[in-house]
């Protein structure tokens, strides 16, 4: 269970940020020490902050993830794995990545107190959003000593 | 010559498109309750237990299930006595702009595959007509989440490769899915027709019931079959392990060219939201 703040990122806000940094440009927001969501939420219904906002899949921000190590992310959550490139990369920079339940977008947005909008607004349910989370459900996947929760999983107890 | 008013159309599709997305249909309600019991992971178990609270708090507070709320798919079969008051393809425009909007469900479609400028109102659908006998119109709704749906193959298998290719291929392309697709996952196989036919069946195929085997026996089999050995991948619910991985498989078919064995398929994530309407 996680609590505290969380930065919503899924693909276009991701290609935004990562530009701006290979342009040597400030982010719209501190990237250090933070964790992103890989989430775009549904729009909130009058009386809600937020509507159902579980996890997307997240091997397509890989090839968009180093740079953000780079500025001090320090963890991620989506779901499914990452690629051997970004689990070094995660090892080396000391980032934990987090799966949540796929699908659970109903009870997931539940843990979720206070929203606000971080950056790029004009992306519509792609836009940054800073979350306050309490007991948010998530599983460590991939921790800061490499090891990855998918590729220990017993398969051969199953057949 | 029946009529049916366009007004009548908007606005079942838009009741469709709010529908799916907060109740589950029974089908799949009790394949998770029963996958919950079967799953001999405690993980797993926990998982399902997670998706079974989520389905009834969504349903209850009307709230989607998941937040990709998906593309919209519409199968229309339309009567031949039947004549729509005004435009078909416009009613199942606005109704689609219409559900999205008053369910407060996520557009998720953008204009052009580069600018990915969304359209805000989560059209265009995507519409499948047939043209059929009597003066019914038939509508089959599907909102596909974007996840499971970039996780569907298709291959054009040599006709020696026969059942057991296409045994190969399905079962290879849920292990390289892995957990992407929000295992369990249903999966649709379209087999025979042309290869734009057999990705269109391997959708079509997502529309039936899960408890629904084919018609034709030795289909009916070769679904089960998969189905066994997809869930001895072990893969399981979100890919953390298990005996559940997929909670069906469906097959349609056709038939094909002498040279051909095309075999398209496409994934359906645990929440498979779909709704039938007659009109």
Not at chain 1, 122 to 137: H, M, Q, R, S, T
Not at chain 2, 19 to 44: C, H, P, T
Not at chain 2, 105 to 134: A, C, M, Q, Y
Not at chain 2, 150 to 161: E, F, G, R, V, Y
Request: proline fraction near 5%.
């Amino acid at each position: 269970m996680l609590s505290g703040i969380v930065y919503t990122a899924r693909d276009a806000a991701h290609m935004k940020l990562v530009n701006l940094i290979k342009k040597g440009q400030t982010l719209p927001f501190d990237l250090s020490g933070q964790i992103i969501y890989y989430v775009g939420p549904a729009p909130a219904k009058p009386g809600e902050i937020i509507g159902s906002a579980g996890p997307t899949t997240s091997y397509r921000m890989d090839p968009l993830t180093i740079p953000l190590l780079k500025k001090g992310l320090s963890g991620t959550i989506g779901k499914g794995k990452r690629s051997p490139k970004i689990r070094k990369a995660m090892k080396e920079y000391k980032a934990v990545y987090f799966a949540a339940v796929g699908g659970a977008a109903a009870l997931i947005s539940e843990s979720i107190t206070r929203v606000s909008t971080a950056a790029y607004p004009e992306l519509g349910p792609e836009a940054v959003k800073k979350l306050e989370v309490k007991d948010f459900p998530a599983i460590v996947v991939n921790d800061i000593y490499g090891n990855d929760l998918y590729e220990m999983r017993k398969e051969e107890q199953y057949k | 010559m029946k009529k049916i008013a366009k007004s009548l159309i908007v606005n079942r599709v838009a009741q469709m498109c709010q529908e799916a997305n907060f109740v589950l249909n029974d089908d799949i309600k009790k394949a998770l309750l029963r996958a919950r019991k079967e799953e001999s992971s405690e993980m797993g178990k926990n998982i399902f237990q997670q998706l079974i609270d989520n389905y009834q708090l969504a349903e209850k507070k009307k709230v989607p299930i998941c937040q990709d709320t998906g593309y919209t798919v519409i199968f229309v079969e339309l009567g031949e006595d039947v004549k729509v008051e005004g435009n078909l393809q416009e009613a199942l425009f606005e109704g689609v702009k219409k559900g999205y909007k008053e369910g407060y469900l996520r557009k998720s479609i953008v204009k052009d595959p580069f600018n990915r400028e969304n359209t805000g109102d989560n059209t265009p659908p995507v519409i499948h007509t047939e043209i059929v006998s009597g003066n019914k119109l038939k509508l089959y709704l599907m909102a596909k989440g974007g996840g499971s749906e970039n996780m569907s193959k298709i291959k054009m298998l040599s006709p020696a490769q026969g059942q057991e290719g296409v045994i190969d291929f399905v079962v290879d392309t849920v292990r390289r899915a892995d957990a992407n697709p929000c295992p369990p996952v249903i999966v649709g196989v379209g087999l025979g027709g042309t290869f734009e036919k057999a990705a269109l069946l391997s959708k079509k195929a997502l529309l039936r019931d899960l408890d629904d085997a084919h018609s034709d026996p030795k289909t009916a089999k070769l679904e089960k079959k998969i189905l066994n050995k997809i869930n001895k991948l072990g893969i399981g619910p979100q890919g953390l392990g298990g005996t559940r991985t997929a909670l069906g498989v469906k097959i349609e078919k056709y038939p094909c060219h002498i040279a051909s064995l095309p075999a398209a398929v496409n994934i359906n994530c645990h929440a498979a939201r779909h709704k039938k309407a007659v009109l």
